[in-house]
């Protein structure tokens, strides 16, 4: 039974743990603006990170890897 309730208490936790994309449809109007500059930069990290997991990069040096190419997505 325990481990029943120890699973169940994972599994219903686990999606929890990611960050959405922000909706910009869902805030007050007030904040749209904000909600898209936000949803904007969540999508860049995204493609950083798909990036990097094309390029197998280490965890040990994913955030250098992440964070390189959001300064080239910048500079463009």
Not at 4 to 26: I, M
Not at 42 to 62: G, S, T
């Amino acid at each position: 039974m325990w481990s029943f309730v120890f699973v169940a208490a994972f599994a219903f936790s686990e999606p929890s743990f990611a960050q959405k994309l922000v909706d910009p449809n869902t805030v007050a109007p007030e904040y749209r603006e904000a909600a898209l500059k936000r949803r904007a930069e969540q999508i860049k990290v995204v493609e950083c990170n798909h990036k990097a997991d094309e390029a197998k990069v280490l965890p040990r040096d994913r955030a250098a890897h992440v964070n390189q190419c959001l300064e080239a997505a910048s500079e463009r």
